[in-house]
Every structure is written in C-alpha cells, then in structure tokens.
C-alpha cells in the first residue's frame, strides 16, 4: 500500500472534499514525496524519522487546523443565515417575546406595592422564572416568523436545533441553580425576614425527596402535586428544543401569513397554559401522579405531541417534494 494512503482514506470519513484539498492531500504528498526521496538514498533511520516527521504532521493538521475551519465554516454559515433570514424578523420577534415575558413577570412586582431599589430589586428576582418559557416560546416565534418561505436547507435545520440545544441547556441551567435561589430570595425580601423553603424553593433534587418522602409516609395527593411539578421542570427545560424543532415543522407548511400568527398563539398559549390547567383539572385526584410513570407522562405529554406533530409536517412536506420531483 502506498505510503500515507490508510490516512488519507481515514481522513475522507471526517473531513469534507473541500478541507481535503487544502490540508489533507497537500500533507500526505509531501510525506509521500519526501519519504520516497530519502528512501531511494537506503538511509532507513532517516527514512524512518522522515515518515514519523509526516505521520506527526498531518495529526496536527487533523487536531489543530481542520477544528479551525470547521468553526470558520460555522462561523461563516451562521452569519449568512443571520443575513438572509434572521436579520429582519427572526430579532425583532425573539426580541418582542422576551419584553411581553417580562412584561408579565413585572405584574408581581407591581403589585407587591414596592417601590425604588426594593421595586426593582424584586422584578430582578423575579426575572428568571420567565426564562424556562420565553426562551421555548421567543425561539419558536423567531424561527417561524424568520423561516416564513424561505428555503429551509440542511444547514438551516442544523442551526436552529443548535439553537434549540442551547436554549435547552440555559433553561435547564436557570431552572437548577437559579429560579430555587431566587425565588427564596424574592419571598425573603417580602416577609423582610428569613423563611423556610418552599416546594418552590427547593432544588430538583431536594424537591423530588420531599416529593418520595411524602408518599412513603401515605400524603398521596401532595406526593403526586410535587413529583408533577419536578417532572414539569424538566420537560419546560426541554421545551425550547422541542419548540425549535416545532417551529421547523410550521415553516415547512409554508402556511400564509395570518396562520402563521394563528398557529403560533395557539401554541404558545396551549403550552403556556397546560400546567396549570392540568393542575387545576385534577386537583381531585392529585395522588394519581404520586406514581412516577404517570406524572412523567402528563408533563412530558405535550413535548412528545408537539415532536411527533413535526415530524409529520416535515415528512409531508418531504414526501410532497418527491411527489413534485417525480412528477
């Protein structure tokens, strides 16, 4: 086998046709000219140095310059994304999301009747409980507004579930060190004194104990309210991969304008609600979700629903592009 070639053959698995010819190809010929040269001299050791010079070379390439230019390559995607698509409608509608958000977490404040530092230290508080939904919500509203019958490419896919992911990982991150925290410290600076922590104030952890100590001790219906409401934290961190995800689903409707708008209230307002709805609806018989399985379904109930709808819309829309392309 000719010297270099396993390598290249490796490196075409990972690296595309386009970073092979401007860094893979041009390293292994020079490890193949340079190895054949001081070979055709008969001096092995050199020959030997020169092919681990070469092997060492193009793992450097690999591990150094190849991560560089894919993130480039992102980089520049990205930014082309931004410009044709995002620029003029995905901003301004994540932007109108997240101020009607906080808009609705500053009620509280107000009405705490607070006014000054205090006011504003309280509507501070209160802010990262509006994160878990706005992000889901703000994204869903950028990508369906922003993708609105636009072509909808791999590279736009791939973007919006990044996206997705780390809309994902900051709601989750909020909901497990902050929102416990802040919410303590919200209701400490109302009572203007220390109190002791409520569901709400516990961490995920501390809530899911309580949660199993209640029902082994036979406090079902509380038992069941809590494990639902730990179950519910963790779907809403999910929640803004699954609306991205959702949202590519619509865009690939290419529905008009006004049902657009329509589809996105709709969801927006169902999901915002459920919870609660749900909560009030089976306030009578709260210890059927003392049960872990069934409090894990009803709060992952509508990120599965709203999964699978996607997954539909985008298969329709790609089974009607095989029926055009055939036709």
Not at 1 to 22: D, H, I, N, P, Y
Not at 124 to 132: A, C, E, N, R
Request: hydrophobic share 50%.
């Amino acid at each position: 086998m000719t010297t270099g070639r396993r390598l290249q053959q490796w490196a075409k698995r990972v690296c595309s046709a386009r970073t092979m010819e401007q860094l893979i190809d041009p390293v292994i010929a020079d490890l193949q000219h340079e190895y054949a040269r001081t070979k055709a001299t008969r001096q092995m050791l050199h020959a030997g140095i020169v092919l681990l010079r070469g092997y060492c070379a193009f793992w450097i390439v690999l591990a150094v310059h190849v991560p560089s230019m894919w993130l480039h390559r992102t980089i520049r995607g990205l930014r082309k994304l931004y410009e044709e698509s995002f620029n003029g409608a995905v901003v301004p509608a994540v932007i109108a999301m997240v101020i009607v958000s906080v808009a609705l977490i500053a009620v509280p404040a107000q009405r705490s009747s607070q006014h000054g530092l205090l006011g504003i230290w309280l509507l501070v508080l209160l802010l990262p409980q509006s994160v878990p939904l706005s992000i889901p919500l703000s994204l869903f509203t950028g990508i369906v507004c922003g993708l609105r019958r636009r072509p909808v490419t791999k590279t736009v896919r791939r973007t919006v579930v990044i996206l997705g992911l780390a809309g994902t990982l900051v709601s989750a991150s909020t909901i497990v060190w902050v929102v416990p925290v802040a919410n303590q410290a919200f209701r400490t600076a109302i009572a203007r004194s220390v109190i002791l922590e409520g569901p709400a104030e516990m961490s995920s952890r501390e809530l899911r104990n309580y949660a199993v100590a209640l029902r082994n001790r036979g406090d079902l219906a509380k038992a069941g309210d809590l494990l639902f409401s730990f179950h519910a934290r963790w779907a809403l961190a999910g929640a803004a991969l699954v609306f991205s995800v959702f949202g590519l689903g619509v865009t690939a409707l290419r529905l008009g304008r006004i049902s657009t708008v329509l589809v996105v209230a709709t969801a927006s307002v169902v999901y915002g609600s459920y919870f609660d709805e749900l909560h009030e609806l089976a306030r009578a018989r709260l210890s059927l979700f003392s049960h872990q399985g069934v409090a894990l379904m009803f709060a992952w109930l509508p990120n599965v629903l709203m999964l699978l709808t996607s997954l539909a819309f985008l298969t329709k829309r790609d089974d009607q592009r095989s029926t055009f392309a055939i036709i």
